[in-house]
């Protein structure tokens, strides 16, 4: 073992500087105090939302069209624009343009705020997201807690949307939503418990650096050794927080909150322009943040081969590939029925969860 050579990993966990410091000392904002402090933290949290709502407004009117034509045989949008790339601004200035209509049984401002929660609960959770390269907003001792706690704000943001409309489909979309969060959100939480029991902490950056500093294995021949990533470590775990995260975030086979079959569009049946925008948006940012975390915990964060200004290359490559799987899954699987839905979530997924985080203890516990 002593022979093999590391594989070349980005190093970004040993670096406690964070964005907003960063932020401060390049500007000179840090010289004036809480004031500046302040500026460079928004400055820093301006930048991560812009990169992130960039990507989502890439994935959602262009992206998804063309995974999904690939994996069904279609052509999806092509005129605008090389790829049909253009298709981004053209429904962007679409949706933007059309005239917001408010039920007449709305109930508000719930019914305003609804997209607002949903949307902001997911950008929230990027806070504690190591990206790589620096891009670190902020570090808690109780990082992963944090992100679990304000993704779940999105439930509420669901129910709000559902409830307010005075839809009768709306009202069945959100509730849909709640209940299929509750049944997948302990399975998500306890398994991810088992990544802390390995990690040995709930800091985002030290499970990013406890993934990266282990050596699994080595590759004969090339004698590179691989990082003991928790998907490699784990398989198992793995594969129950990706598929408890798929119905966290509704995507197929889990989209029973919307439903179109028979919902119409379930919770977001009666919003339109740019409150369609923000619901829309919001759907996608938390796949995205569902993605991060799967990274964070399980994929190495921003770790890769090279040097370490390509940690945020690794990091949205990581994130994508994710992505790409949830849009795999909607095109190959079909839709689950909602009983059949909150069963596996409730008898399938809550019971391997559990038996996964006391093996892992088990193991753990004859390790140290």
Same mark, same amino acid.
């Given at each position: 073992?002593?022979?093999?050579?590391?594989?070349?990993?980005?190093? @970004?966990?040993?670096?406690?500087? +964070? *964005?907003?410091?960063? +932020?401060?000392?390049?500007?000179?904002?840090?010289?004036?105090?809480?004031?500046?402090?302040?500026?460079?933290?928004? @400055?820093?949290?301006?930048?991560?939302?812009?990169?992130?709502?960039?990507?989502?407004?890439?994935?959602?009117?262009?992206?998804?069209?063309?995974?999904?034509?690939?994996?069904?045989?279609?052509? !999806?949008?092509?005129?605008?624009?090389?790829?049909?790339?253009?298709?981004?601004? !053209?429904?962007?200035? %679409?949706?933007?343009?059309?005239?917001?209509?408010? #039920?007449?049984?709305?109930?508000?401002?719930?019914?305003?705020?609804?997209?607002?929660?949903?949307?902001?609960?997911?950008?929230?959770?990027?806070?504690?997201?190591?990206?790589?390269? &620096?891009?670190?907003?902020?570090?808690?001792?109780?990082?992963?807690?944090?992100?679990? !706690?304000?993704?779940?704000?999105?439930?509420?943001?669901?129910?709000?949307?559902? =409830?307010?409309?005075?839809?009768?489909?709306?009202? +069945?979309?959100?509730? %849909?939503?709640?209940?299929?969060?509750?049944? =997948?959100?302990?399975?998500?939480?306890?398994?991810?418990?088992?990544?802390?029991?390995?990690?040995?902490? +709930?800091?985002?950056?030290?499970?990013? /650096?406890?993934?990266?500093?282990?050596? *699994?294995?080595?590759?004969?021949?090339?004698?590179? /050794?691989?990082?003991?990533?928790?998907?490699?470590?784990?398989?198992?775990?793995?594969?129950?927080? *990706?598929?408890?995260?798929?119905?966290?975030?509704?995507?197929?086979?889990?989209?029973?909150?919307?439903?179109?079959?028979?919902?119409?569009?379930? =919770?977001? $049946?009666?919003?339109?322009?740019?409150?369609?925008?923000?619901?829309? *948006?919001?759907?996608?940012?938390?796949?995205?943040?569902?993605?991060?975390?799967?990274? $964070?915990?399980?994929?190495?964060?921003? /770790?890769? #081969? &090279?040097?370490?200004?390509?940690?945020?290359?690794?990091?949205?490559?990581?994130?994508?590939?994710?992505?790409?799987?949830?849009?795999?899954?909607?095109?190959?699987? #079909?839709?689950?029925?909602?009983?059949?839905?909150?069963?596996?979530?409730?008898?399938?997924?809550?019971?391997?969860?559990?038996?996964? @985080?006391? @093996?892992?203890?088990?193991?753990?516990?004859?390790?140290?």
């Amino acid at each position: 073992m002593n022979a093999a050579t590391a594989l070349p990993v980005v190093p @970004l966990q040993n670096d406690t500087v +964070l *964005l907003p410091e960063r +932020l401060g000392d390049l500007t000179g904002l840090s010289e004036f105090g809480v004031a500046g402090e302040l500026v460079a933290a928004f @400055l820093a949290a301006f930048l991560v939302g812009n990169i992130m709502l960039a990507m989502t407004g890439v994935a959602g009117p262009w992206a998804k069209r063309k995974i999904t034509a690939a994996f069904t045989d279609r052509i !999806a949008v092509d005129h605008l624009g090389p790829a049909g790339i253009f298709i981004i601004v !053209a429904d962007a200035v %679409r949706l933007l343009s059309k005239e917001i209509i408010i #039920p007449e049984d709305a109930d508000r401002p719930a019914y305003d705020l609804a997209p607002i929660v949903i949307a902001g609960s997911a950008l929230l959770g990027f806070a504690v997201i190591p990206m790589g390269s &620096g891009v670190h907003l902020a570090d808690p001792e109780v990082g992963l807690a944090f992100v679990f !706690a304000v993704a779940g704000i999105a439930s509420i943001g669901l129910a709000m949307a559902g =409830y307010a409309s005075g839809n009768k489909y709306s009202m +069945l979309g959100g509730l %849909r939503a709640v209940a299929q969060n509750i049944a =997948y959100e302990i399975p998500l939480v306890v398994t991810g418990l088992s990544v802390v029991l390995f990690a040995g902490s +709930l800091r985002m950056s030290e499970i990013v /650096a406890v993934q990266n500093e282990t050596v *699994l294995f080595t590759i004969p021949g090339l004698e590179w /050794a691989v990082p003991a990533w928790f998907a490699l470590v784990n398989p198992f775990a793995f594969v129950l927080f *990706l598929i408890a995260n798929f119905a966290e975030v509704g995507r197929n086979p889990f989209d029973m909150p919307e439903a179109p079959a028979e919902l119409i569009a379930g =919770y977001q $049946t009666e919003y339109s322009s740019v409150y369609f925008v923000l619901v829309y *948006l919001g759907e996608f940012l938390h796949i995205f943040l569902g993605g991060a975390i799967i990274t $964070t915990i399980f994929l190495g964060g921003p /770790a890769g #081969p &090279g040097p370490e200004a390509l940690g945020i290359v690794w990091f949205i490559l990581k994130i994508w590939a994710v992505f790409f799987l949830t849009q795999w899954m909607r095109s190959a699987i #079909p839709r689950v029925r909602i009983d059949h839905l909150i069963e596996i979530g409730w008898k399938g997924l809550l019971v391997l969860s559990f038996a996964n @985080l006391f @093996l892992t203890a088990a193991i753990v516990g004859v390790i140290a």
